[in-house]
């Protein structure tokens, strides 16, 4: 207990200094004189431990003295634009329509400075970290009040005091941070890919969120069910995920090294920390590595019952390298789970023992239990809300916690080699990732599953904790609380023992039962042969429409403005196993239309586009579209009207529009030069119009081209310069889509075009995503079927 109070000291120390600056000039005559008391005293415990937690209390005080509050940036804040030349030194956060980069400051103005600057540039092209990039644009200071949140103080704790939006951005160099991080981070990124190429979405962004901590690609919807079941602390790498992953590879280590020499221990204890490094060494990953190596050493050398001191000690660790931490929602959940986890799981193991349910329950139920209540003030506090379906969830979801880390580790590395033999085992994965999803979706849309209480005091937080602090003391009077308590992983290992005993049966029949399920999920996601599907997806603002030939093949066309939706979508709308597009075409290259497309021919094997090539145009994201079309060698036809492309079973696509020679001058030459499909199985046709304006569109009327269609996709998202009077009669539709985003600030669609559609058709024939979500149209050449997601 010694390590613990002194740690305390030190940590309490920083809170002091945090609200009462100390004068170095008398700081440190009160160190030494309380160092000279323990010294002299150093037979009397007391004394000496009281003279050194005070000078640590004050050590504390005066680290924290040490922290900068501001940079040579902020006095360029204000001062109109500038050029900043600085390297990312964090790997970048991208979003759907934008990236965030940490930049450290080299260069101002071509004068030497020092600071970090936070910038919010567009999605692509893509940086890495470790880029030498140059930024102009207006320094500003963060906002003090963000939708009630102190977006500034926040920034300040992580040593950013300045921000930059939508600069001009140029890569001057690459390869500027330190080698090994960066062959860390080259190698995390690269397993990323490989999990999201491997697996359908969302269980591809969920297995990087989970594996490696990569959360940003992982569906907003998705994430929020998380939070509502009140299981998101299952998608932070944690001391639950470092006590898994050190129970497997201890497991694993004693039965290949044994337990007479330390290399089992060795071997665990570097790979531990090389996963921690993969992870990306956050704060909660870095507090979970130091824990759980405290604890391998604690049981290396046989004493196991250590874990408070461990977890102060990594307290003290952490707050001396970044005092700021200290006031970081993240350090503090990870910290009070994990004290959770040391002081209340022991007893709930104890109790569940009795009821002889299998180690593996037990251990999950109280694993969670234990946390749930450790940090259920600290989440009522920061977010307003406190989840009642927390624990149930929990324990349902953990249980496929352990194959998923295992399988989507050997999907990410083998996907490295051999991405058909990743995708083989990604079935597998999906399996067990596909369940966890379920589990959260399912309990989250609950009535009542989460409660919003709005803000509470922290006189509220700090009762909880004293309460729970002082029925911890009285469980410590009759039998001191550490001889009960249990490392994390050793019941992990007593699991493993008692299952190794009923090996031979389990591998058998625990095999058999996944084929089983995967059997019937495949017959049950197979689309139906021998007929055509339209489907138009939701993706907000923008296009994105699968087509599924009878004869099995998938043709993309567009992919939206956001990545993110259109990879869902596809996840949704494909079979867990199809990771190949046969044909993707882009109409135009405009960002609603090309922007999810780059991430399409990232993740899925895309064997042919097609697109208007060699329209005047350019973008970063349409060049970022080009260039991994070169990356990866991908097949490419210039769509010109009179293109007939055979689908198989009597259904083909005509590409109506451009013509050999693009439409000059219009009012928008993009839009007017778009693809323009016509789809066709039987006597059901489906004409999709782009974004084609009146005169892209009168044009086609003029040409005779053979427009009659009963479904129509209404162009321009229902934009007033679309759909003009004399189009709409050469395709005399029966039915309209608009693929169109909710409370868009366009005004789509117009109500001018839905007048003009309701008089020809009737307002039941017009969907709409954003109130029908997802609309798929389905037909045998004789009839038409329509399902919407809502």
């Known amino acids: 207990m010694v390590l613990v109070y002194l740690s305390l000291a030190f940590v309490v120390g920083i809170y002091f200094g945090s609200q009462f600056p100390l004068p170095l000039a008398i700081a440190l005559p009160i160190i030494a ?26 050590c504390g005080a005066l680290r924290y003295g040490a922290v900068p509050t501001g940079d040579a940036l902020q006095s360029y804040i204000g001062k109109g634009t500038v050029a900043i030349t600085g390297v990312v030194v964090e790997e970048p956060e991208p979003r759907d329509s934008s990236t965030k980069l940490i930049l450290s400051a080299r260069e101002i103005n071509g004068e030497e400075v020092s600071g970090t600057v936070l910038v919010r540039t567009t999605r692509y ?64 990124h690269r397993m990323g890919e490989a999990l999201g190429t491997s697996l359908s979405e969302p269980q591809g962004s969920l297995a990087q969120g989970i594996l490696l901590g990569l959360r940003h690609n992982i569906p907003t919807s998705l994430y929020q069910d998380f939070q509502n079941s009140g299981t998101a602390h299952i998608l932070a790498i944690s001391g639950l995920h470092m006590a898994i992953v050190a129970g497997i590879l201890l497991s694993v280590a004693v039965w290949l090294f044994g337990r007479r020499r330390p290399t089992y221990f060795l071997v665990t204890l570097g790979v531990l920390w090389g996963y921690a490094l993969l992870a990306g060494m956050s704060p909660s990953v870095m507090r979970a590595a130091i824990m759980v190596s405290l604890f391998l050493f604690g049981a290396y050398l046989g004493r196991q019952r250590s874990g408070i001191t461990a977890l102060a000690f990594a307290a003290a660790i952490m707050v001396a390298i970044n005092p700021q931490i200290l006031w970081q929602v993240s350090f503090q959940l990870s910290f009070a789970a994990v004290l959770g986890l040391i002081l209340l799981t022991p007893t709930f ?24 209540l450790a940090t259920l003030p600290l989440v009522a506090y920061y977010f307003g809300y406190v989840s009642l379906v927390g624990l149930p969830a929990t324990f349902l979801a953990l249980l496929a916690l352990p194959a998923i880390i295992v399988l989507s580790a ?28 379920t589990v959260v979706q399912g309990f989250a849309a609950l009535p009542w599953s989460s409660m919003e209480i709005g803000g509470i005091d922290t006189y509220w937080v ?106 869902l979508e596809l996840g949704e709308a494909l079979p867990f196993w199809e990771r190949t597009i046969d044909l993707v075409v882009l109409t135009h290259a405009h960002d609603d239309h090309v922007t999810g497309l780059v991430e399409v021919l990232r993740r899925y094997e895309v064997n042919q586009v097609l697109y208007p090539e060699g329209i005047d145009y350019t973008s970063n994201t349409y060049s970022e579209w080009l260039s991994v079309i070169e990356e990866k060698g991908i097949a490419c036809i210039r769509a010109q009207a009179g293109q007939v492309i055979d689908l198989g079973g009597g259904a083909t696509i005509e590409v109506l529009h451009p013509p050999v020679e693009f439409l000059d001058g ?37 040409e005779r081209v053979e427009l009659r269609s009963t479904v129509l996709k209404v162009g321009h998202h229902g934009s007033s310069t679309s759909t003009s009077l004399s189009f709409l009669a050469a395709i005399d539709p029966q039915v309209a889509a608009i693929s169109v985003g909710e409370d868009n600030p366009f005004g789509h669609p117009s109500d001018e075009v839905i007048a003009r559609l ?17 609309i798929t149209f389905t037909t045998n050449g004789e009839r038409l079927w329509v399902e919407t997601e809502k």
């Open 33 to 58: 004189v309380a160092l000279l008391i323990a010294l002299l005293w150093r037979k009397n415990r007391p004394l000496l431990l009281g003279g050194i937690c005070i000078a640590l209390f004050l």
């Open 125 to 188: 092209p893509v940086h890495e970290y470790g880029d030498l990039l140059k930024v102009t644009g207006e320094l500003e200071e963060p906002p003090e009040d963000l939708d009630g949140f102190d977006y500034r103080a926040y920034l300040a704790r992580q040593g950013i005091y300045s921000t930059m939006y939508y600069p001009d951005v140029e890569r001057e160099g690459s390869g500027q941070g330190p080698q090994p991080l960066q062959a860390i981070y080259s190698f995390r």
């Open 349 to 372: 193991q104890k109790w569940l023992g009795r009821t002889r349910a299998p180690n593996i329950v037990v251990d999950s139920f109280a694993y969670s239990l234990g946390a749930i």
């Open 410 to 437: 050997l999907v990410g590395l083998i996907g490295l080699l051999s991405m058909p033999v990743a995708q083989v085992i990604g079935w597998v994965d999906w399996l067990f990732l596909k369940y966890m999803a």
């Open 462 to 567: 700090w009762l909880y904790y004293g309460i729970f602090g002082g029925a911890i003391w009285l469980g410590t009077r009759r039998k001191r609380l550490f001889s009960s308590i249990k490392v994390g992983f050793g019941g992990a290992s007593g699991s493993l023992s008692s299952l190794s005993r009923k090996m031979p049966i389990k591998w058998v029949l625990i095999p058999l039962l996944i084929i089983a399920i995967l059997i019937w999920a495949a017959v049950a996601v197979a689309p139906e042969s021998g007929k055509l599907s339209v489907s138009f997806l939701n993706v907000g603002e923008g296009d994105a429409i699968l087509i599924t030939a009878p004869s099995g093949q998938h043709i993309l066309v567009d992919g939206g403005p956001s990545p993110e939706k259109v990879c």
């Open 666 to 702: 219009t009012d928008s030459d993009i839009d007017n030069n778009g693809v323009g499909l016509r789809i066709a199985m039987g006597e059901v046709s489906f004409l999709l119009a782009a974004d084609l304006q009146q005169e892209g569109e009168l044009y086609l009327v003029y």
């Open 758 to 774: 309701t008089e020809s058709l009737g307002q039941d024939r017009i969907y709409l995503t954003s109130e029908r979500g997802t």
